[in-house]
């Protein structure tokens, strides 16, 4: 670290965003290990052009890097066959990094930063909704990690369930209602 950047400073950016950048990869790898790696890399590349950037703008920086290196990591990855994270759609949000994105809710303009927030916002929501239905529905809790997580087809989760595709059908459904009657709020937040 130069003169500009001293370990106090340091120290503070990192307790500051580390938590972000973590998550920001791990939305790309969904894996806790690589992702604490790539974190580092993260950082160590933050110290070497601290002193290119302006302050207001290390939080941009840290979360369009992060995504980055956790796209090439999965690149190089895939190459050799070490890892099966699926890029394709981070690939396609993706494509113009620098531009400006557009909320499919409202249509206002928003920056990637605040869309990468707000896909955060929603994956964690995501989550608190499945431990909820692992715990009180574990039928519902199967159809849904099978068919949004896995994106498994619906004769292949109903033949997994033992039930047939009329029943998949209204058991999904039901989900919708119930999330629409519990959850509905939270997710207009979003």
Do not use: P
């Not at 394709?88 to 994105?101: A, G, P, Y």
């Not at 909704?129 to 574990?138: D, M, P």
Request: net charge negative; aromatic share 12%.
């Amino acid at each position: 670290m130069d003169e500009k950047m001293t370990e106090d400073k340091f120290r503070t950016i990192y307790q500051n965003y580390y938590q972000l950048v973590r998550k920001v990869i791990y939305s790309v790898l969904n894996d806790a290990d690589f992702s604490e790696d790539i974190c580092q890399e993260v950082f160590l590349s933050f110290c070497e052009k601290e002193d290119t950037l302006k302050e207001e703008y290390y939080k941009q920086w840290l979360i369009v890097t992060a995504k980055r290196k956790a796209i090439d990591f999965c690149r190089k990855s895939y190459q050799v066959h070490e890892v099966t994270a699926s890029i394709l759609e981070t690939e396609e949000n993706l494509k113009d990094s620098n531009s400006v994105w557009i909320s499919n809710r409202n249509y206002a303009e928003i920056t990637m930063e605040e869309e990468i927030m707000r896909k955060l916002e929603f994956w964690e929501l995501a989550d608190k909704l499945l431990a909820e239905f692992k715990i009180k529905n574990t039928d519902w809790y199967e159809i849904l990690k099978r068919g949004i997580l896995r994106d498994e087809k619906s004769e292949d989760i109903a033949r997994a369930l033992g039930i047939s595709v009329e029943s998949l059908r209204a058991k999904k459904h039901r989900i919708r209602v119930w999330i629409q009657k519990h959850y509905k709020d939270k997710f207009e937040d979003l």
